[in-house]
Each structure stands twice: as C-alpha cells, then as structure tokens.
C-alpha cells in the first residue's frame, strides 16, 4: 500500500511539472529604456518576480489560458493574455498623473515642477531631436519652448544666433560701432557660465571690423550630450542669478551615469544636403538684352556691344555642391549605488553646400558623481573640444555676369579685364585660404557635505575657457589681394572665466509646512584677450608667414580686458500643504565694470502660488486633474557690455604720434554714472491638467519694463569725443504665451503633441537721444512710441506707367518720383518691425511597436525683413552684377503696368523704401524623423540591449504668406545670403 502511494504521488508531480511552461522576455518605456525592478505577476494572484538590470524576466507559469500584469512606479501598468507565447517583450507608457515631473532650477538643483512658483519650461535631451544635422544646441531650441525666438538668418555653419526670451530686453545697435548690453539670455553649463561672444568690448577699439568673423561657443556643447535645458523667465525664476539674468537663463544640464551594468553605446549617421530656395538670375541672352536696353535708355544711342553672348557661366553651380553631413558618438556610462559615471566623444563634419565653407568638431566629456562617505558626495564635470571651420568668401559669385567665363582658353583662371579689381571666385577658391581653429574646456567640481539631517553646505567652482584663431590669406594671383601683393590677417580671441560658489541649504518639514532655504557667495573672473594682425606685400604668394614680410607692411594692434563680479544670494521656498506657496529670493552683486557709487545693486523677487484644486471643498473633478494659479514680481540686472565702458578708454598707436615717439590718447570717455540695466518683471500664469492628466496648458502673462537701458548716444564734439556709453533708454515688453502637452492616444499606438505660442509687443518709452537711419543703407531706428526693431524708410507706390519712374508715398500721403524728397531722411517714415507679433512651434510624436515617427514645424507671423536689393538695381549695376529674373517684369514703354521701373544707369537705388520689404510671415517643416527599433527577441539573439535605425530630413521647406511668382523670386529666395539647404539623413545606433 505504502508503495502505491509513492507511485502515485511521483505521477502526480511529475503532471504538475508537465503542466509548467516557462515564459521569459523585456520591459521598457515608451522610449526604448529598459526598466530595471518592473513587477511582473500572474494576474489575480501575488505570484511573480521582477525584471533585472537589463529589463528581463524569466516566470513560470501553468497551461492554459494566463494572463501577466506589468507595472512600474510612473508607468502605467499593462495586463497581456500569454496565450501560447514563450517570449513576451512589452513596452509600459507613462502614467502621466503619476509623474512627478522634476525641473532644473537655478541653485536648488532638480524641484517637482507641481511645486514651481516661477516661470520655467524644460525639454529635454531627447526632445531636441539631437541627431539633426545642426551644429549647435542653441538652433534646435527653435519652436521648443514659448517666448523663446532663435533668429536664424544665416544658412552658414559656425555662426552666433540670436536667441531672445520675451522679445528684446536690451536695445539693438543701431550702427556698427553702438555700444550696447548683451541682448542674449545667461547660458549656464553645469553651474559654469558660458562665454557670451556678443558683449561688446569691440566697439571702439580695433576688433571693430567685419572681417574679424565670430564663431558660437555654444557649438561645443554637443547636443547628445544634454539631459535637459530649462529656460527660466520671470524674475522668481531668474532673479538669484541677478545682475545677467535681464533677458532670462538657460541652465544646460548634461547626462551622467546610472546605476546599473555598464552601457556602451554608439551612433554614426550621415547624409547629403542640397540648395533649396534657389534665386532665378538671368541667364546670358536675358542679361545681354537688359543689359543693353540699360544703355540704350542712358544715352539713347544703340549699343554696339553689352558683352558675348557664346559664353553661359552658371556661377551659382561653380560655387556650390552638394553639402554631406558625418556625425558619430559613443559614450560608457554605468555605476553602482556609489559611484557613477559618464564618458563620451563625438564627432561632427559637415560640408556646407557653399564650396569651401564647412565645419568639423571633436569632442570629449566626462561626468563622475561618487560618495566619498555617507555624508560627503563629490561630482565632477569635464569638457574638451576642437573645431575648424573653413569660411571661404564667394565675393557675391552669384551676381556675376553670366558671359564671363572663369577661365582662359589655354584653361588658366582668368584673373584680367573684368576680375582684375573683382576676385574670380573660382580662382579665388584654389587660391585664398580662410579658416579657423577654436579651442573650449569646461569643468566643474562640486562637494556637498550633509551637516544634519536637512542641513547640507555646498562648494563648487568650475572654469570656461575659450580660444579662436583666424586666419585669412588673400592672394596676389587674383583680384582679391592683387593690387597688395597679397593680403593676410590674423585675428586671436581668447576667453577665460572662472567661478566660484559657497552655499548652504536647509529644508525642514512641520506637520504640513515646508520649508527649502538656500544662502551663498558667489566669485566671478572674466580675461578676455585680443589680437589682430596684417600683413600685404609678400614676397611670394607661396610663403604666407608674418616673418616673411618687412616690418614696415605689418600692422598689429592688441588688448587685455579683465572684469570680476562679488555677489551674495539667498532664496526661500515655502508651501502649506502643497497648497499655498510662497518664494522670495535676493542678490546682490557688486562688478568692476561699473564705477564710482554704482558698482553694487540689490535684485530682489517675490512669487506667490495656489493650486486650488487641492483644496477640500473644491472636491474631486474627474475632468480637472490639477490646477494652479501663479504670479511673481522681481528685479533683474544686465552688465554684460564690455569690460571698460565706464571706465574710459585710451589708444596706443602710431596716429597719435609726439615727435617721434608714439602717444597715447584717449579714444572712449569714462562714464563713472553708468550703471546696471535694470528689467521689472512682472508675470501671471495659470496651470491646468485636465482629462486624467492627458492634457497638460499653462498660460502665462508677463510685463518687463527695461529701465536705464545702455545705450550710445552723440556729445558735443567740444568733448572730444563723438559720443558716450550710458543709461539713455527705457523700454516695455507685455506678452501672452501658451504651452500645451497633449496624449491623443495609448496603447500600442501612443501620439503626443507639444504646442506652443506666443504674442510679445515692444515699445520704446525713453531715449535720451533719438537715433533716425543716417542712410538708405541702414534702416533702423530708435523712436520714442515705436518698436525696437522698428524698421525705417519710404513706401513704395509703384511705377509711373507713363515713364517708367518710381514712386513713393511722403508723409503728406502725395506721391513723388523727385529723388532728393525720397533720400532725405526726414520723409523717412516707419515701415515695419523686424521682430513678429506671433511666433512658436509644435512637436508631434508617433510611436507604434519599434516604429517611431517625430515632426517638428515652428512658425512666425507679424515680422519684416528688408532684403538686399543688389540684384534689383534697376540697371544702375548691370554692367557688373546680374540681376534677379524678376528684371525682366520691367517698363518699356509708356502704358506699361508693372512694379519694376524702367531700366538707366542713373536710377537710383531707395534700399529702405518697402519694395524690398517682405513679410517674414511662415510656416516652416524643421524636421521629420523616422526611427526603427528592432525587436527584444532579435537583440537577445544578437546579445545587446538597443539597435535602432534612423532616417530623418531636416529643413525640409517653408510656406510663406506671400508665394513667389512662376520663375521669379520673393521672400523665399531672398531672405538668406548664404545658401539655405535641405538636408537627408541615415543612421543607426547601438547599445551594448
């Protein structure tokens, strides 16, 4: 019996076992990350285990119809039937009423942003899209975040952009050599300031030359490499930074390691780029025609020769190519509960579709965060990078002559008749050199040490250190540097700033109260270094050196500035409940920039929130999910203007001769009244998550009034001087803004929209002196009432069709055609703005199994542009410009109907009248991206955690207000002088 029963039991468990299936597979986000320590259970049951390091799980389960659960903190939890499957990989969306969502903010490190009193918007790394062809974080901003505008009006890689928050704080120049504050928001790497290449301690002073050409130090800071960037706004949000915080802060926060198996990944992707936009120029016979007809109406005789008519040099293609695009990184990142670490390099060439134009950067960062103890963490940042970039000069090819030819009939360049005074672009490119070599480091250290539970002091320093050299080499072979026997320069620019910071933070729960406070000293050193450089007279167009050419035909000139900040801070943060909120912060700054009384200034802010919907008697809304109401004043500052533009300046050369002997002389008065600008911020903003959170809208209202903005206005010449740096201007922007976030749908197929828009109007309130357009040349002004960026000139009112002559409108509204009425500035009226009454972007994000589909479209509504009217002249400069096609619409006879006038010599040429003024009105495609994410199984099989495959086009067109008419050209083609392109790229990346 007792036998039987062993028997019978031993079949009995080995049914069961052969009842047993095993079932094994991967848990990530939305995002492709793997989710280590995901629950996985039988649903009904508490049986179950968890994922692993690398998001696997491996669970037993019995036949027949099962089903598992899936959840992990912040994601929504999935419920699968397993059916007869032995792998099951899922993918877990975010529960978006879970998410606490933590921002970056100035000095307290990472806050739930429920719990925010100021204005900030945070996108993160991979919302940038940071495998786009572009070289700089800074561009791809555009149409991210609200109330921030990214001018881009160069298609030229390497140069500075302009990035304004809520519109202009500061005053633009109005000429070359006005000296202004820094219109460009506070950049902030890590807690390290960046270099700000728009301060201007050119003005006056030798670097004051167009050749002396700019690269963005931004562009070292490579795109794959940011976390998350948070834009700060209002003066809650801004104010601890003070005395550069006018025109708001961008806090770059870059990646580090993760605890976890060590990760290597790598990426390389690559494309082509093509002109797109193209302006339509007159071919030969259409050239020669004009051309003619140009002289015919001069000097009313027939001419015998306007040029050949065998020759057709298509210059725009001798000058221009198909650009191409290689982009490559690899990084290691890992760490344990201890220590953790981030590596990574990458590298980026691109060859601009201008020939002889093109960029190429190497990088390097490294991020270490280790607990030294349990109370003492040290983390440390570090960065190095190389770029060249070619910045080879065209000379304006395109409007060259069409009957020209480039070269001789032997196939020498033709550097005689025609390009003996005017380069021969295509010798000039075999021929001329100019280039740059930029150098940056960037590091940060910083210790925190917890005192007590709550109490913890923080010490932090970090440096960035910036070097270009410019080199530029005209030849004497050509037209370029023929009559010097060869020209070159050579321009350095160096920068070195440092910081240092102390700090104590305290946080402290009673019963519902909260309390975070923050006190700290914080140092600040800027040297900043420049050299320039030329040389003619070669004795060999093969020898380039500086040594090789006597002293006499060298012109060198050079300076040192050096200015240092002392500024203390505090700001305390407190809550009831997560109800009521309250945030005062305060700094005080004290800079050597300034003289005499002013030198210090105190900048203080105050915001108060509510969010409502936590109160008890509002109940439980099942559409309302969370709402807050917000509002902040404060003031912010602005020194960012050159070192010593209060302090005077003084010239040491050879024009202020003694004798013999050089002199010095004074060449920039002191201004020892100069002070901070100063920016009241005033901000409103509603909070609102609605429909389980799938709707997230925050609308804000802001007032910044600009006080004592810095400006150069004339003086008396009995001074000595042509004008004085000083506090001569006031100035208001009020605007609206809106940001939505919106999850249209779940499940398999998840699609996300961000939106965003905003409405900024700018007005001048107070100028001590106003400044009116000197020419035609120069359209801006400063007017009391009108826009910052308010554009001068005079209407056009079309063309006389009895003669063929220009009209335009007089203040009075009669019209003229007298060209001495319409060249006096005093009929000068305003005719438009450059900055847009509208302006924002939107981002929408398809994911579906592996599949992944993301476009972006900014927009801009309400701006203006005057373009260059160089290929328009009417005739005056046909003889050696080709013209845009749009010629040929011209007057001939008299009845003629048409917005082009007749064609002579003589015309002259109203640059600021609105016949060349467009709307810059447009909806642009930025980007379309489309990625590949192969399945968990075929990983496994291969032995790594992520293959994606990606394709993406960039700049793909615009949609203007105004379309261009069949085979003539407008604003599309118009409003870019370096070629605009579209670009098409391939790629993949790997994780090991």
């Known amino acids: 019996m007792y036998r039987l029963l062993c028997l019978l039991g031993l079949l009995l468990s080995t049914a069961a076992v052969a009842q047993q299936r095993t079932v094994s597979g991967t848990v990530r986000s939305a995002d492709g990350e793997t989710l280590i320590g995901a629950t996985v259970l039988l649903a009904g049951t508490d049986r179950g285990t968890a994922t692993d390091y690398e998001g696997k799980y491996t669970i037993d389960l019995p036949e027949g119809e099962v089903r598992l659960t899936f959840s992990y ?3 929504q939890p999935r419920t699968v039937a397993v059916g007869n499957r032995s792998r099951l990989d899922i993918i877990l969306n975010p529960d978006v009423q879970l998410i606490d969502e933590v921002v970056v903010t100035a000095y307290a490190g990472e806050q739930k942003q429920k719990d925010l009193v100021g204005s900030y918007e945070q996108v993160e790394g991979d919302e940038l899209l940071p495998h786009r062809p572009i070289e700089s974080f800074d561009k791809m901003l555009e149409g991210q975040v609200a109330g921030v505008q990214v001018e881009l009006n160069t298609g030229e890689p390497g140069l500075p952009v302009q990035v304004r928050i809520r519109g202009n704080g500061s005053l633009p120049p109005v000429r070359r050599n006005d000296v202004v504050a820094s219109g460009q928001p506070l950049f902030v790497l890590d807690g390290v300031p960046l270099y700000d290449v728009s301060e201007t301690n050119t003005a006056n002073t030798p670097f004051s030359t167009s050749l002396d050409q700019q690269l963005n130090p931004l562009m070292f800071v490579r795109p794959e490499d940011i976390e998350s960037i948070t834009v700060l706004k209002d003066a809650s949000a801004t104010a601890i930074y003070g005395a550069n915080a006018a025109n708001g802060v961008v806090l770059i926060t870059t990646k580090q390691g993760k605890t976890g198996k060590t990760q290597i990944s790598g990426g390389v992707s690559t494309g082509f780029s093509n002109l797109i936009n193209e302006v339509e120029y007159l071919n030969t016979e259409e050239y020669v025609s004009l051309a003619r007809e140009t002289l015919f109406n001069t000097t009313g005789e027939n001419p015998a020769d306007a040029g050949p008519l065998d020759i057709e040099t298509d210059w725009p293609a001798l000058t221009q190519r198909q650009g191409s695009v290689l982009n490559a990184n690899l990084s290691l990142s890992g760490g344990n509960e201890r220590t953790k670490y981030f590596l990574s390099a990458g590298y980026y060439k691109e060859n601009a579709i201008s020939r002889g134009n093109g960029l190429e950067r190497a990088t390097v960062r490294s991020n270490l965060n280790t607990s030294l103890s349990d109370k003492l963490n040290l983390r440390f940042g570090f960065s190095g990078g190389y770029v060249r970039k070619e910045s080879f000069s065209d000379f304006g090819a395109f409007t060259y002559p069409p009957n020209l030819s480039p070269v001789n009939p032997d196939g020498t360049f033709n550097n005689g008749g025609f390009f003996i005074n005017r380069p021969n672009p295509v010798a000039a490119l075999a021929q001329n050199e100019f280039f740059h070599d930029a150098f940056n480091i960037n590091n940060n250290l910083q210790l925190n040490y917890e005192i007590l539970p709550g109490l913890e002091v923080r010490v932090s320093g970090g440096m960035d250190g910036y070097l270009q050299l410019q080199y530029q080499y005209e030849s004497a072979l050509n037209g370029s540097g023929r009559t010097r026997n060869g020209i070159a320069r050579r321009f350095t620019r160096g920068n070195l700033q440092w910081v240092a910071n102390g700090q104590l933070n305290y946080q402290r729960t009673f019963g519902n109260h909260h309390l975070n406070t923050l006190a700290g ?5 800027q040297i900043t270094y420049r050299q320039r450089i030329s040389a003619t007279d070669f004795p060999s167009d093969q020898l380039r050196e500086f040594w090789t050419v006597d002293e006499e035909n060298i012109d060198a000139d050079e300076s040192n500035y050096q200015d240092a900040s002392e500024s203390f801070y505090a700001q305390a943060s407190y809550d009831y409940d997560y109800r009521y909120y309250l945030t005062l912060s305060g700094r005080r700054d004290a800079s050597s920039i300034f003289g005499g009384d002013v030198q210090a200034a105190n900048f203080l802010a105050a915001g108060a929130a509510w969010a409502f919907t936590q109160e008890p008697w509002m109940g439980r809304l099942e559409w309302l999910n969370f709402g807050k109401l917000r509002a902040s004043y404060g003031l912010t500052g602005n020194s960012r203007l050159g070192t010593y533009s209060a302090r005077g300046l003084y010239g040491y050369n050879d024009a202020f001769l003694y004798g013999n002997n050089i002199g010095i002389a004074p060449t920039a008065p002191a201004n ?12 409103f903003a509603v909070d609102l998550e609605l429909l389980e959170s799938r709707l997230r809208l925050t609308v804000e209202h802001y ?5 004592d903005a810095i400006y150069t206005i004339p003086v008396p010449l009995e001074s000595g001087f042509t004008n004085i740096v000083t506090n001569a201007a006031n100035q208001r922007n009020i605007g609206w803004e809106a940001s939505v976030e919106t999850v249209n749908t779940q499940g398999e197929l998840r699609w996300t929209t961000r939106f965003n828009m905003a409405r900024n109007r700018n007005q001048l309130t107070r100028i001590e002196a106003e400044r009116f357009p000197a020419s035609a040349l120069n359209s801006r002004g400063l007017v009391v009432g009108q826009n ?4 001068y000139g005079v209407p056009f009112a079309g063309v006389d069709p009895y003669n063929g002559k220009p009209l335009y409108y007089l203040p009075d509204g009669s019209i003229t055609d007298d060209d001495d009425l319409v060249d006096d500035p005093a009929n000068w009226v305003p005719i438009g703005q450059g900055a847009p009454d509208w302006y924002g972007g939107m981002t929408n994000t398809f994911a579906w ?13 309400g701006g203006d542009i005057l373009v260059d009217g160089l290929t328009f002249t009417d005739g005056r ?5 080709n013209q845009s096609a749009n010629q040929l619409d011209r007057w001939q006879q008299p009845g003629d109907l048409t917005d082009t006038p007749r064609l ?7 640059y600021n009248s609105t016949r060349y003024l467009f709307d810059n009105d447009f909806l642009r495609l930025a980007n379309l991206n489309l990625s590949y994410r192969l399945p968990d199984r075929w990983l496994d099989a291969m032995g790594i955690s992520s293959f994606s495959l990606t394709a993406q086009a960039n700049n793909l067109g615009y949609l203007y207000s105004t379309r261009s008419r069949a085979n003539r050209n407008g604003i599309a083609e118009y409003r870019f002088e370096f070629p605009e392109a579209r670009s098409f790229m391939f790629g993949l990346n790997v994780t090991l």
């Open 73 to 75: 903190t912040g994601m």
């Open 521 to 525: 000293v914080e140092r600040n050193k």
């Open 672 to 683: 020892e009244g100069l002070t901070w600008e100063l920016v009241r911020k005033y901000n």
């Open 703 to 707: 007032r910044h009034y600009t006080e």
């Open 788 to 791: 910052s960026s308010v554009l």
């Open 849 to 861: 199994k592996g599949l992944s589909l993301a476009f972006l479209v900014s927009y801009s509504y």
């Open 877 to 881: 400069q046909i003889s050696f410009n």
């Open 904 to 910: 002579h010599v003589d015309n002259t040429l109203q």
